[in-house]
């Protein structure tokens, strides 16, 4: 995969304003998680398919008051976004633009969180 010097810029960046805030980051696995750490992310993350279902995912996560939604861009994930924000919209603040800037930033190159591994060898 080609990667442009912009690119890397705009990840380390990216990477950085989600180290910088104390909310806690939503993924669909552990393949996803062990992506965001390889690239840097050191704060909270939550694995969707842990808690066996959405009803008890969002049950576990309404106690907090902010969660980052970083789901993959396929089908299950748009579906998994969409159903996340429904249930969880008067119980807690669900935020979706790091996904949009993940989005902007690869130039629509990463579709599954996982494959933010390929940015590794760049950012550390």
Avoid: P, W
Avoid at 1 to 25: A, C, G, R, W
Avoid at 69 to 82: A, I, N, V
Wanted: glycine letters at 6%; hydrophobic letters at 40%.
């Amino acid at each position: 995969m080609l990667v442009t010097e912009q690119e890397i810029i705009e990840l380390k960046d990216f990477i950085f304003q989600l180290n910088s805030i104390e909310e806690t980051v939503v993924v669909e696995g552990k393949r996803d998680s062990i992506a965001l750490r390889k690239i840097g992310y050191t704060g909270k993350i939550l694995e969707f398919h842990k808690f066996g279902g959405m009803v008890n995912f969002t049950d576990s996560v309404a106690k907090y008051e902010n969660l980052i939604l970083l789901f993959d861009r396929d089908r299950q994930g748009r579906q998994l976004t969409e159903k996340t924000i429904q249930l969880l919209q008067r119980r807690t603040k669900i935020d979706i633009t790091y996904k949009r800037k993940l989005m902007a930033i690869t130039n629509g190159k990463i579709k599954f969180i996982e494959q933010l591994v390929c940015y590794e060898s760049y950012l550390i």
